[in-house]
Every structure is written in structure tokens, then in C-alpha cells.
């Protein structure tokens, strides 16, 4: 059974700081690892989207990476601003074949202070 | 393009009563997901429909979560009886079909208090 761990649980920076999310997942047998970012009281909305081919994504300020043999991947926000103040989710889809159920992970709090 | 509508946005009710929640995917999509997000936690996929057939309620509460996609287009979720354990936020999300690759697009969720 797939688990997904994000640590740390909350974080909270100076703007403009960069900063790194992690997310580790058990099975390294996945077809794509997915970022999202969640603000309360709102739905999920999708960021990057790395297929397990790919070592890195990315848009803006985002990047995110993703080393399968180990489990891990990362989240790196450029330059945070007050407005990426939200949770992060990480999701992990099992490998391809079949029907294929995604896991989330936990979530990291983020908070940038001005 | 409109987004996954969802409503209520909120309910409270007590123990052992009912509720429904009603969900409106992305026109076209062909794939419904209901998940529930207990507070501290990620979601955690409840039910997956393709069209109005159901793929996946390996983690629906039988006994007490039912769900229906009528002519494959919007869903509705119920509880009956709800338990306080089922307080939580109720998340509906769409996508173009089941692909790996496509992107699920998420509606803003109904929170759900159980006293």
C-alpha cells in the first residue's frame, strides 16, 4: 500500500525567502507525481505535474523534482511572496496499467510572512 | 470554462441524521471523484465514477456512504447516519476521463460538521 509523508507539516518564512517542500512515498513504482496547492476554504488547485520518466518540472517560480529510486520529490518556490501562503499537497499515481487510484500526501502549511 | 460546482459550501447537523451533497463536474468530463479530507489530512479518494458507472469504492463506508451519477453527469454523495467521525470537508473533483495524464480539477468543497 502506497503512503505519502510531507514534512514538515507547517513552515513559515520571511517573504522572499526560498524555500523547499518535501514528499516521500513508499512504492517507488509510480506513473506520475503530482503538486497541489490548496487555500482554505477552496478546492485544490493542480500546480506541476512530473511523469516518472522526468527528473524536474517547471512554471514560474515553482520547480519541482523527482528522484523515484529514492521516493522523494520536491517542491522549490523562488522568491516566496505573502500570496503563496497555503497548504501543498503531494499526490503519487501508481504505475500505469489498469485502473489507478492517486494517493495524497499530508499536506504542508506554508505561511510567508511580509 | 466553468469550474466543479458543489453545494451546500457548509452543514452542521447531528449525529445519526442525514445529508446529501450534490456535485456539478466540468461539462464533457467524464470522470466524477468524491474524496473526504479529514482536518490535518490529505484527501482520501471515497469513490471514482467513469460516465454514471462506478471504477473504484473500494473506501466508501457502505453501511452509511452511498453515491449516484445519473446520466453521467452531475453526482450527489449521501450519509445516512452520519457519525461525528464524519465531520469533514467533502471534496468533488473532474476530469476529461480516467488517463493517467489528465489533470483533475477540483470543486470547493462542502465542509461538514457533525455534532
Known amino acids: 500500500k502506497q503512503e505519502v509523508t510531507q514534512i514538515p507539516a507547517a513552515l513559515s518564512v520571511p517573504e522572499g525567502e526560498n524555500l523547499v517542500l518535501n514528499c516521500s512515498f513508499t512504492d517507488s513504482a509510480i506513473y506520475n507525481l503530482q503538486w497541489f496547492r490548496q487555500d482554505p476554504g477552496k478546492g485544490l488547485t493542480s500546480l506541476l505535474l512530473i511523469q516518472s520518466s522526468q527528473r524536474e518540472q517547471t512554471s514560474g517560480r515553482l520547480n519541482a523534482s523527482l528522484d523515484k529510486s529514492s521516493g522523494r520529490s520536491t517542491l522549490y518556490i523562488a522568491a516566496s511572496q505573502p500570496g503563496d501562503s497555503a497548504t501543498y499537497l503531494c499526490?503519487?499515481?501508481?504505475?500505469?496499467?489498469?485502473?489507478?487510484?492517486?494517493?495524497f500526501g499530508t499536506g504542508t502549511k506554508l505561511q510567508v510572512i511580509p | 470554462e466553468a469550474g466543479v460546482a458543489q453545494s451546500p459550501r457548509y452543514k452542521i447537523i447531528e449525529k445519526r441524521q442525514s445529508v446529501a451533497f450534490w456535485c456539478n463536474p466540468i461539462?464533457?468530463?467524464?470522470?466524477l471523484y468524491w474524496y473526504q479530507q479529514i482536518l490535518g489530512q490529505g484527501p482520501k479518494l471515497l469513490i471514482q465514477?467513469?460516465?454514471?458507472?462506478?471504477?473504484?469504492d473500494s473506501q466508501l463506508p457502505k453501511d452509511r456512504f452511498s453515491a449516484e451519477r445519473l446520466k453521467g453527469v452531475d453526482s450527489t454523495l449521501k450519509i445516512q447516519p452520519a457519525k461525528l467521525e464524519d465531520s469533514a470537508v467533502y471534496l468533488c473533483a473532474s476530469s476529461r476521463n480516467r488517463a493517467s495524464t489528465d489533470t483533475q480539477y477540483f470543486g470547493p468543497g462542502t465542509r461538514l460538521t457533525v455534532l
Open positions: 465514477f467513469q460516465n454514471n458507472g462506478v471504477v473504484d
Open positions: 499526490a503519487v499515481r501508481p504505475h500505469s496499467g489498469g485502473y489507478q487510484k492517486v494517493t
Open positions: 461539462s464533457g468530463h467524464a470522470t
